[in-house]
């Protein structure tokens, strides 16, 4: 394992190999900004999800009539990821390892800069096989909230009408529960999460911010990420608010095991490269 550090003016920030994982973020002003991952509540800190984010129905898929088995967030999160460069304000980790359900020629790189108060986050896959083949990515950012949850809200971008998709096991309903008709603000309640995380699939803000009384302020912008989620542990009363920003949506209970079917997944075709991206900002 190593830890990469990179830094700007206001930000450092420490990132581990394993999982190409964010391990620490300290803003100007010296203090930490993400959970440091406390195993007797939740030992994560801010793990990538490829090649799905949350699970599929069964922990499987069909992808030209072949079942293919994915357990819940994929497989990369615990791996050993190479360290490809490193300069001072950016680094760029590699995975290419293969899965019993994910056999496909690949590269994946997570690419980490930080510029001012902002760490910019992109993903960036290449296909490198003839064969088109489906992923999704997701991000799982945990960020620290000291006092806990109830001290601060959540706020949005654009006036939305907050359909909450119920979780149920890896899937989720189909029918969501409104939680509100008409608002810029949610208030966090750990009441909120006694089922499983908060699933927004229709959310017209691409960008969100955490605020408390303390007058600190995590945004995140995803403007390629359609699903945006909140989770923490409730039980615990958890000092961390995660803001998930995944390409697809956990599966419904009934979906259908074609990948292709399956809502947010991208078909990249043989040769191909896409990238996804989304930005975090502490002030």
Same mark, same amino acid.
């Given at each position: ?21 964010? +391990? ?10 993400? !959970? +440091?991952?406390?195993?007797?509540? !939740? ?16 922990? +499987? ?19 050993? !990821? ?53 992923? &999704? ?8 909230? /000291? ?5 601060? +809200? ?76 909140? !989770?923490?542990? /409730? ?11 995944? =390409?697809?949506? /956990? ?15 991208? =078909? ?10 989304? &930005?975090?900002?502490?002030?």
């Amino acid at each position: 394992m190593a830890l990469i550090t990179i830094s700007s003016a206001k930000l450092q920030v420490v990132i581990s190999s394993v999982g190409a994982e964010i +391990q620490s973020v300290t803003d100007a002003m010296g203090r930490e900004r993400m !959970w +440091q991952g406390d195993e007797s509540i !939740w030992s994560g800190r801010a793990p990538i999800l490829f090649p799905v984010a949350g699970g599929f129905r069964d922990d +499987q898929y069909i992808f030209r009539g072949k079942t293919y088995p994915m357990t819940k967030h994929g497989f990369v999160r615990r791996r050993e !990821w190479q360290v490809e460069s490193a300069t001072e304000n950016e680094a760029v980790f590699l995975m290419t390892d293969k899965h019993e359900g994910f056999p496909f020629d690949y590269a994946l790189r997570a690419i980490f800069r930080a510029e001012g108060d902002t760490l910019h986050v992109t993903y960036r896959v290449n296909n490198l096989q003839e064969d088109a083949f489906y992923f &999704s990515i997701g991000g799982h950012e945990a960020y620290l909230l /000291p006092g806990g949850i109830e001290q601060y +809200q959540v706020y949005f971008d654009e006036e939305e009408r907050l359909d909450r998709y119920v979780i149920e096991g890896n899937s989720i309903l189909p029918e969501p529960v409104r939680m509100a008709e008409s608002t810029k603000v949610l208030p966090l309640r750990y009441s909120d999460y006694t089922v499983d995380a908060l699933v927004f699939k229709h959310l017209k803000s691409r960008g969100v911010e955490i605020r408390g009384g303390d007058g600190r302020c995590v945004r995140v912008e995803a403007p390629e990420h359609p699903v945006t989620m909140f !989770w923490t542990k /409730p039980n615990m009363h958890a000092p961390y608010l995660c803001i998930e920003t995944w =390409c697809n949506a /956990p599966d419904l209970i009934d979906a259908p095991y074609e990948i292709e079917k399956k809502f947010g997944f991208i =078909c990249l075709e043989g040769g191909g490269q896409t990238e996804r991206r989304h &930005s975090i900002t502490f002030t």
